[in-house]
């Protein structure tokens, strides 16, 4: 199993202000569910959310209320699958940059980092490891010929229907290498949503265009949360190789 615990959590944090994140972001969900806002409503208020926590993200990732660890998950992954580093990096959705740490405290090099939020990229672009940052919704940021090694993700996809899903795939293989990985961690539950069309990565395995290296589950995402039924918290990484 894919399971490390981060440490990192700075000892003066408030508690409380993690319990309030929990509540804040479970309500946001319970208003999506409940009013049936648009998508781009629903993306607004998703992002003006990160934005007004975004100066204690990790903080917040790192505490009672959320033990987020998927990023430590997906760092092991991928240290244990490439004994030979590769030399360039996109950690799509990077946030604050949990995935980009875990991965440089792995002596990965030459990450860059993407993400559609500028208050959290602002956060990223401080801990000085990422090689450039793109302020991107999607792949539409990003320089048009730029390609990597290996595009990874953690916690960002599938989360709701305004966060990425794999439509975005589509675009994500055109900037990465022929032999080349799109290696992707999500909660397991997420992709039993109806907004998740599994048909779109079929398609493009269909064309030849990527093909499925493996889908693994290993448990602990995050906490536990009490109206859950998977009580384990599983992970799912899907790992596929472009063509």
Not at 177 to 189: D, E, H, Q, R, V
Not at 198 to 216: A, D, G, P, S
Request: hydrophobic letters at 35%.
């Amino acid at each position: 199993h894919y399971f490390i615990q981060s440490n990192l959590r700075m000892s003066n944090f408030d508690e409380s202000l993690g319990v309030k994140w929990h509540e804040d972001f479970q309500a946001l969900f319970h208003d999506i569910r409940e009013n049936e806002i648009g998508l781009e409503d629903e993306f607004s208020v998703q992002q003006k959310l990160y934005t007004k926590y975004a100066e204690n993200y990790d903080n917040l990732m790192y505490s009672d209320a959320e033990k987020y660890n998927g990023f430590n998950i997906l760092a092991d992954y991928i240290n244990d699958k490439f004994t030979e580093k590769p030399s360039t990096i996109l950690d799509f959705g990077c946030g604050t940059g949990l995935l980009g740490q875990a991965l440089t405290n792995k002596s990965f090099t030459n990450i860059d980092g993407s993400d559609c939020n500028a208050g959290l990229l602002e956060s990223a672009s401080d801990k000085g490891f990422f090689h450039n940052l793109f302020c991107s919704r999607g792949t539409s940021g990003l320089p048009k010929d730029k390609v990597y090694d290996i595009i990874c993700s953690s916690g960002t996809f599938f989360l709701s229907s305004s966060h990425p899903s794999t439509d975005v795939f589509v675009d994500l293989i055109k900037h990465i290498k022929k032999g080349g990985s799109l290696i992707i961690l999500t909660k397991k539950a997420y992709l039993d949503k109806d907004y998740v069309d599994m048909e779109i990565v079929k398609n493009l395995i269909r064309e030849k265009l990527v093909e499925e290296v493996e889908i693994i589950h290993t448990p602990g995402y995050r906490k536990v949360f009490d109206f859950e039924e998977d009580r384990l918290s599983l992970a799912t990484i899907l790992h596929y190789r472009i063509l």
